[in-house]
């Protein structure tokens, strides 16, 4: 499977994603923010940082970004897009998911190993990881405390979309648990559609052992897998352009 | 210098723009603030909120109501989030 990692000023997880899906048997490569095609992706992963400095607010101008008209497109037609962290905070600010990431209820910016609790298989995202298993991630944001308003929260849990929630090590949804004060200790959601997901913690950084965890490798296996039903299945993976442009590669001039 | 005034300035436009945490959205830092300042002695404080301020120069003669509707149209989609923020837009000369 191809995954697209897009590439705005000031990521900083996006060669680590790269990493991630290689070291997973998949191919990945990086996608600057002024292409305004995907190529041949399968599946598009926008990356935490810092985009464009986090001016404004987080995601606010990354949005904007021709490479986001892309994915916007893709994602319309049904492409599978994963936001991680600032990548999430892009997705809730292009409303291709709903709610905000407001600044921690602390003050503080949250760099540790949390635990998370799925809390539905069913979704590209989710579908691979073992029933019960609560994964241990790492989180590193400020602004990370997931909002919604009451009718939006209502339809995200009637839709069966709240996909992660801040856990104890067994399993409990307390509030000590919860590192930023999200609502309901969500962690990460999907749209109504079920075909874009995003999440503050960071799957990506623990797909091995040496890294002191490889829990996420569910989450990508989870997506590996959506993806394999889909071309196994019916027609093949839909693309959002069909002029494929070749992107070039590591060429961002900044980094964080 | 005095002496360098040549007739009339031409009238400088701007817009200012005011964003404001919603009143349901938790506002850590408008707490912290106000907590600092009962710390610091400043009785009487019942609520802090801490925003934004965005001031836009416009090009003179602008047509004023034009500018408001495009302003309006900006500070909705872009300059603040409707899902957390409100603002309130004012053109000045």
Known sequence: MNFSVLQFPASNCDQD???AVRLLGHNARLLWHKENSLGDADAV????GFSYGDYLRCGAIARFSPVMQAVKQFADHGGLVLG?????????EAGLLPGALIRNRDLQFHCENIFLKTATPDSPFTNKIP????LRVPIAHGEGCYFADEETLAKLKAGNQILWQYCDASGNLTDTANPNGALQNIAGICNERRNVAGL????ERACELALGSDDGKWIFESLFAALENRTGGAGGVVHGEPDVKVSRRNTSPLRM | MPGNFRGQTPVRMKAKIIIT????VLDPQGKTVQTALEHLGYTGVTGVHVGKYIEIDLAPG???AAAQTALNDAAHKFLSNPIIEDYRLEITD
């Open chain 1, 200 to 203: 503050m913690p960071h799957p």
């Open chain 1, 17 to 19: 994603a790269v990493h």
């Open chain 2, 21 to 24: 945490p919603k009143k349901a």
């Open chain 1, 45 to 48: 992963i926008v990356p935490g």
């Open chain 1, 84 to 92: 991680i962290c600032n990548g999430f905070q892009v997705l809730t």
């Open chain 1, 131 to 134: 029933a019960g298993k609560i």
């Open chain 2, 62 to 64: 602008t047509d004023r």
